[in-house]
């Protein structure tokens, strides 16, 4: 059976509603969001984060032992941050030390600021809150960067509001 196939149990938090192929994993999921949100509105802002008045984020847990972490965070702008939707793809482990950590950061911070944030900032900041195999693979693809010319002048980057063409440096 396909790893990406339809999902069909959820749980319901104060703040999440999450979807998982099973549910043990949308509990744990749904019950790991809230302990996050918290503690990084804590780490980023010094208070608990509110999100919209009546939003309650979707988050769509996509699991197997085969699959390759990554996350996506979406929302509209206008005519305030909101409508959020998380979707995170990787094993159990991957998703609760990493990918949830790293997606629920850019709600967080789009939700404090009421606005979204630099690429770079947004990025490098949820970066910093994966486990820290992930931060040693982001430090060593920095050093080939650095070395292979791929990088990204500082100057260059503060002034992004999208992502280059080559998004990996």
């Known amino acids: 059976q396909d790893e990406r196939s339809e999902l069909y149990e959820s749980s319901r ?38 999100l919209p008045p009546g939003e309650v984020v979707p988050i769509r847990v996509v699991s197997g032992p085969n699959l390759a972490s990554q996350g996506v965070t979406t929302y509209f702008r206008l005519p305030a941050v909101g409508d959020f939707k998380v979707e995170v793809v990787g094993t159990p482990d991957a998703i609760l030390d990493s990918v949830l950590p790293h997606d629920l950061t850019h709600v967080v911070l ?28 982001h430090r060593e693809i920095l050093v080939e960067f650095l070395n292979t010319g791929r990088s990204i002048r500082f100057t260059d980057l503060l002034t992004m509001t999208q992502y280059p063409e080559d998004i990996l440096p």
């Open 110 to 137: 789009a939700s404090h600021f009421q606005q979204p944030l630099p690429r770079w900032a947004d990025e490098g900041m949820s970066t910093v809150v994966e486990h820290e195999n992930e931060k040693k693979k």
């Open 13 to 50: 938090s104060r703040q999440f509603i999450t979807e998982a192929s099973s549910q043990s994993l949308a509990d744990q999921v749904g019950a790991e969001a809230e302990r996050l949100f918290e503690a990084l509105s804590m780490e980023w802002t010094g208070k608990i984060t509110q």
